[in-house]
């Protein structure tokens, strides 16, 4: 047994023993009402939302940054998770992602930068290629943005569950080239990561291959430590952003990549979904998603400040920092159909936020 191994195998026996009594006290729990979070450890962090992935669209977002931006500090965001197109990302003097640092700097804000945006990297994975991207793209953007006084960290946008065998060597060997360059060209710079969990234990959805908490713990672990990641923000409602994924199913894995981080060198902030599937189990949901598919449509997305309100405090028990992938349904600047409106939204969320102050 390596060093890694019996680390995260130490955390996870004690992380255990908080999952089985949090499934004892939740296990009668109306659904609706989410579980018992008593159960769990004390917060580590503000159930608040301080970043959210923001995809950048020049042609919408340009005129509205300045809006954008504040509608965030509005409700205390102090992170910008930015991503965009590779053209975007590494067009040289960007008056937009220019006036984004601009708007970071002046707030003493955390501007967090996605190093390559490579679509449908998964389905032929040259590794090669994604090599020569990522260092074309890290080395542009360190030139113009790295002395920003805002400028936070890298953002892995490699996102997976895990793997065997071949993949796994190659991923990591990806991920090794990111984090080397990273670390020479900004030696300051976190890396971080967003990786997601598998929920469809039984295969009701698809055929993919499972892997237990302790294997995904130790897996994750090993690939923190070898790439050199800081940060992982965890996606909090598995592959499936769906609000069928069981709260225990949710512990379990948080639990499972904090005890990959202990054992890995990294933090561990969550990544809180704020728009789902209201599916109440997975046949729905793989029925649903069935249609979808068939009819070339999108999935019925809901957003519940309810839910969101649980699946914040939850994620908060295990993480020292919350940021939020959903925020073009909530965007009370840019509003998007989808689920429900977005002026409504931001502002059931702001309610929220209101309350914790």
Known sequence: M???QSTVIRAGLALACTTAAYAQTSASQPAA???DL????????????????WWVDPAVDGPRVRQIVQAMADVGMNVLWIIGSNEFLTQADNPLLNRIFDEADRREWRVILATSTNGRWYFDWDIPALKKIEERNIRAMARMYAQRPSFFAWYINYEIYMEWGEKSER?????????RLAREITPKAKLTISPFFLADKDQIRDKFRYADPEEYALWWAETLLHAGIGIVMLQDSSELHCRC???ETRVAFFEAMQAACKAGGAELW?????????????????????RSRKSKTALPWTFDMTRNSFK????????????????????????????GDGKDNYAAYKEYFDSRK
Not at 270 to 290: F, Q, R, S
Not at 326 to 339: D, F, K, L, Q, T
């Open 2 to 4: 390596n060093r890694i």
């Open 33 to 35: 009402a989410g579980n």
């Open 38 to 53: 008593a159960a769990l450890p004390p917060p580590q962090c503000e159930p608040l939302v301080r970043g959210v992935l």
């Open 171 to 179: 991923i990591r060997e990806l991920y090794h080239c990111i984090g």
């Open 245 to 247: 994924v069981p709260a």
């Open 270 to 290: 969550g990544n809180v979904e704020t728009v789902e599937v209201a599916a109440g189990d997975m046949t729905e949901y793989a029925a649903w998603l069935k």
């Open 312 to 339: 914040l405090d939850l994620a908060s028990r295990f993480s020292t920092n919350i940021v939020s992938w959903g925020w073009e349904y909530w965007n009370p600047v840019v509003p998007r159909s989808g689920a």
